[in-house]
């Protein structure tokens, strides 16, 4: 099958991305499904700093790619052995798939694959395939999903199905930004109701986040940011209080609204200053959780005797510790019912053509979430 698609030959390119349009809209080869594959039309794909962390370079990935990891579409055809999907289904992706047989899956952490991450790290999917040619030349998949494209053949493990009464724009989301957002919540946290909570960094996972500690009941939900628009949309979305980060005096302002620092923290701007203020706004006995995907080569210093002295608790969250088989379903009637308004994240949709433009809007914070509709 011929189809377009947004393909990156290499990172590092200058902004604006308008400009020198790192993202190549060519045609390319999809080839049909193996052995427990499935070929999804696309009809949106949301733009995320995991993509945006590829194209500037800060993560590095074998190149060529078609980029695009959160996404939802139709199923079209299906593989051999494939037999609880069918075509006409609509499904949502996940972009770790899950193997269920090694340590980490059996043990109810699929998010920590560990095929899943090796195949992710090589640019194949789930079974070491890749599926996208340019001419004769093998093409890599991005997190085994590679979704700015009018098709995607994936591991049937990379797919979950989906209500289709929700919408594609919509569905999207739920693919990376809630669960990641939400998950971190409610699966590594698992912040109690009557908790105080701070989230800082709020792109469209920490905005998940902080409806996430709404839902959870939380009773303060402290905001922090640099932009003010996007503290404006956190007070819509259930925030109790806001601090701009930018302000010197940040962390006095988090830890006095929260009466000595907030029992959870969470990051999620994947950056090492917002960690630092993450954890030092968190309370003694407190945790403090990121989520968010700062270099490789950034590390963090912090004073080591707090941990003990203090209890504290710092934890990592990928995926938000999900079980997207489980927790997708469970977000998306959250959703539906009103009590998870994910629609409220969108603020742009776009053409695949228009995709570098959407990049640099990410890059400089002006937007929270873009889909690119199909």
Same mark, same amino acid.
């Given at each position: 099958m011929r189809i377009k698609a947004a393909m990156l030959r290499a990172s590092g390119a200058a902004a604006p991305y308008a400009q020198s349009r790192p993202l190549e809209i060519t045609e390319i080869d999809l080839r049909a499904p193996g052995y427990g594959e499935v070929t999804v039309r696309i009809k949106a794909a949301g733009l995320c700093h995991s993509d945006l962390s590829v194209i500037n370079g800060d993560r590095?990935? @074998? /190149? #060529?790619?078609?980029?695009?990891?959160?996404?939802?579409?139709?199923?079209?055809?299906?593989?051999?052995?494939?037999?609880?999907?069918?075509?006409?289904?609509?499904?949502?992706?996940?972009f770790v798939p899950s193997c269920g047989c090694c340590l980490p899956c059996a043990g109810g952490r699929p998010a920590l694959c560990e095929p899943g991450a090796a195949a992710n790290g090589a640019g194949t999917l789930l079974r070491g395939d890749r599926r996208l040619y340019l001419g004769a030349h093998a093409v890599n998949h991005h997190l085994g999903v590679s979704a700015f494209a009018e098709c995607a053949t994936v591991s049937r493990e990379s797919c979950v199905k989906v209500d289709p009464s929700l919408s594609?724009?919509?569905?999207? /989301?739920?693919?990376?930004?809630?669960?990641?957002?939400?998950?971190?919540?409610?699966?590594?946290?698992?912040?109690? @109701?009557?908790?105080?909570?701070?989230?800082v960094g709020l792109g469209g996972v920490g905005l998940c986040s902080v409806m996430g500690a709404q839902v959870s009941g939380a009773r303060q939900i402290v905001a922090v940011d640099l932009s003010d628009?996007?503290?404006?949309?956190?007070?819509?979305?259930?925030?109790?209080?806001?601090?701009?980060?930018?302000? @010197?005096?940040?962390?006095?302002?988090?830890?006095?609204?929260?009466?000595?620092?907030?029992?959870?923290?969470?990051? /999620?701007?994947?950056?090492?200053?917002?960690?630092?203020?993450?954890?030092?706004?968190?309370?003694?006995?407190?945790?403090?959780?990121?989520?968010?995907? @700062?270099? #490789?080569?950034?590390?963090?210093?912090?004073?080591?005797?707090?941990?003990?002295?203090?209890?504290?608790? /710092?934890?990592?969250?990928?995926?938000?510790?999900?079980? #997207?088989?489980r927790d997708i379903p469970n977000f998306v009637s959250l959703f539906q019912s009103g009590r998870l308004p994910v629609d409220k994240l969108l603020t742009h949709r776009l053409a695949l053509d228009e995709i570098n433009t959407g990049f640099d809007r990410l890059r400089d914070g002006s937007a929270i979430r873009q889909v690119v509709l199909f």
């Open positions: 590095q990935r @074998p /190149l #060529p790619m078609v980029l695009g990891h959160e996404a939802a579409g139709v199923v079209e055809a299906l593989g051999e052995g494939v037999r609880d999907l069918a075509v006409g289904d609509h499904v949502v992706m996940v594609f724009e919509h569905a999207a /989301l739920f693919g990376c930004a809630v669960l990641t957002g939400m998950g971190a919540v409610v699966n590594t946290a698992r912040v109690p @109701p009557g908790a105080s909570v701070a989230v628009d996007k503290l404006r949309t956190a007070r819509e979305l259930g925030a109790t209080h806001c601090v701009n980060a930018s302000d @010197p005096d940040a962390v006095e302002q988090i830890r006095a609204l929260t009466q000595g620092g907030a029992e959870f923290v969470f990051e /999620l701007a994947g950056s090492i200053p917002a960690l630092e203020l993450a954890y030092k706004a968190t309370a003694r006995g407190g945790m403090t959780v990121t989520g968010g995907l @700062p270099p #490789p080569d950034r590390h963090l210093s912090l004073q080591a005797v707090n941990l003990v002295a203090e209890e504290r608790t /710092l934890k990592g969250s990928y995926i938000g510790t999900c079980v #997207p088989k």
